[in-house]
C-alpha cells in the first residue's frame, strides 16, 4: 500500500496536470473574447492581472513563449507542466523558495526583448496587493507594467483567498488593457512606491470596468 502511494505521489503532478491542461483547453476554446487596447507590441512588457483572474488569459495568450514564474510548491509543479503545453516558458521561483534565482532569470529574459505575464498578488496574496518583486524586475530591466483588468460571465467563483474565477462554457470575457507605466533605474523607494501604488489602482480600475460593462456591481 505504501508503495502505491509513494507511486501516485510521484505520478500526480503529471495526471492531473493533463487533466487541467485539457480542462482549460476544452473550456477556453467555448469562450466569447473582447480585447481591448491590446499593446501591439509586446517586447519587454510585464502583463500584470490579479492571480483570481488568470484562468482565461492564459489561455489567449499561449504559444507566444512569453515568461512565467511558478512557485516550488507542489501546485506549482502541476501549474508548470499546464504552463508550459500552453507554450509558456517557465521559471521556478517563488517569495518562499528561489525568489532571487527566478528575479535574477526574469530579469535578463526581459532585458533580452522577452515578455512577462504576472500575478503581482500571488502565489499567496493578499489579493489585489502589487508585491515588490514585480516592481524590482521593472526597474532593474526597464520592462513596462501593463494593467490588465478580466471579467467574464457567466462563470464559478472558488472560496479560495484570491475568489478564483473559471468561466463557464460559451461565457464572455473581456480583458481591458491599460498604458504602460515605467520604473527609472534610479528611482528612490517613494518613486518605486508611488509606480506600485498606481499599478495597483489601474488593475482595480480596469477590473471594476470589465465588471461593470459585463452587468456585475
Same mark, same amino acid.
Given at each position: 500500500?505504501?508503495?502505491?502511494?509513494?507511486?501516485?505521489? =510521484?505520478?500526480? +503532478?503529471?495526471?492531473?496536470? *493533463?487533466?487541467?491542461?485539457?480542462?482549460?483547453? /476544452? %473550456?477556453?476554446?467555448?469562450? #466569447?473574447?473582447?480585447?481591448?487596447?491590446?499593446?501591439?507590441?509586446?517586447?519587454?512588457?510585464?502583463?500584470?492581472?490579479?492571480?483570481?483572474?488568470?484562468?482565461?488569459?492564459?489561455?489567449?495568450?499561449?504559444?507566444?513563449?512569453?515568461?512565467?514564474?511558478?512557485?516550488?510548491?507542489?501546485?506549482?509543479?502541476?501549474?508548470?507542466?499546464?504552463?508550459?503545453?500552453?507554450?509558456?516558458?517557465?521559471?521556478?521561483?517563488?517569495?518562499?523558495?528561489?525568489?532571487?534565482?527566478?528575479?535574477?532569470?526574469?530579469?535578463?529574459?526581459?532585458?533580452?526583448?522577452?515578455?512577462? =505575464?504576472?500575478? +503581482?498578488?500571488?502565489?499567496? *496574496?493578499?489579493?489585489?496587493?502589487?508585491?515588490? /518583486? %514585480?516592481?524590482?524586475?521593472? #526597474?532593474?530591466?526597464?520592462?513596462?507594467?501593463?494593467?490588465?483588468?478580466?471579467?467574464?460571465?457567466?462563470?464559478?467563483?472558488?472560496?479560495?483567498?484570491?475568489?478564483?474565477?473559471?468561466?463557464?462554457?460559451?461565457?464572455?470575457?473581456?480583458?481591458?488593457?491599460?498604458?504602460?507605466?515605467?520604473?527609472?533605474?534610479?528611482?528612490?523607494?517613494?518613486?518605486?512606491?508611488?509606480?506600485?501604488?498606481?499599478?495597483?489602482?489601474?488593475?482595480?480600475?480596469?477590473?471594476?470596468?470589465?465588471?461593470?460593462?459585463?452587468?456585475?456591481?
Amino acid at each position: 500500500m505504501a508503495h502505491l502511494k509513494y507511486k501516485w505521489r =510521484a505520478a500526480r +503532478p503529471r495526471v492531473l496536470s *493533463g487533466l487541467l491542461y485539457f480542462l482549460v483547453r /476544452g %473550456v477556453c476554446s467555448t469562450l #466569447r473574447f473582447e480585447m481591448r487596447n491590446v499593446p501591439k507590441d509586446d517586447a519587454k512588457l510585464i502583463f500584470c492581472g490579479w492571480h483570481g483572474r488568470s484562468f482565461a488569459f492564459s489561455d489567449y495568450f499561449r504559444q507566444r513563449g512569453w515568461h512565467v514564474i511558478i512557485s516550488h510548491s507542489s501546485d506549482g509543479e502541476m501549474q508548470s507542466r499546464i504552463f508550459g503545453r500552453l507554450g509558456y516558458k517557465v521559471i521556478r521561483g517563488s517569495t518562499g523558495r528561489g525568489g532571487v534565482r527566478a528575479a535574477v532569470e526574469a530579469i535578463s529574459a526581459l532585458k533580452d526583448g522577452g515578455t512577462m =505575464a504576472m500575478t +503581482p498578488d500571488g502565489p499567496r *496574496g493578499p489579493s489585489g496587493v502589487v508585491q515588490g /518583486g %514585480v516592481m524590482l524586475m521593472a #526597474r532593474k530591466s526597464g520592462a513596462g507594467l501593463v494593467p490588465v483588468g478580466i471579467s467574464a460571465r457567466p462563470r464559478l467563483v472558488a472560496n479560495s483567498w484570491d475568489k478564483y474565477i473559471v468561466p463557464l462554457p460559451f461565457a464572455k470575457c473581456l480583458m481591458i488593457f491599460g498604458e504602460p507605466l515605467y520604473v527609472p533605474a534610479k528611482a528612490t523607494d517613494e518613486e518605486v512606491e508611488q509606480v506600485r501604488l498606481q499599478l495597483e489602482s489601474e488593475i482595480h480600475r480596469l477590473e471594476k470596468l470589465a465588471e461593470s460593462e459585463l452587468g456585475f456591481t
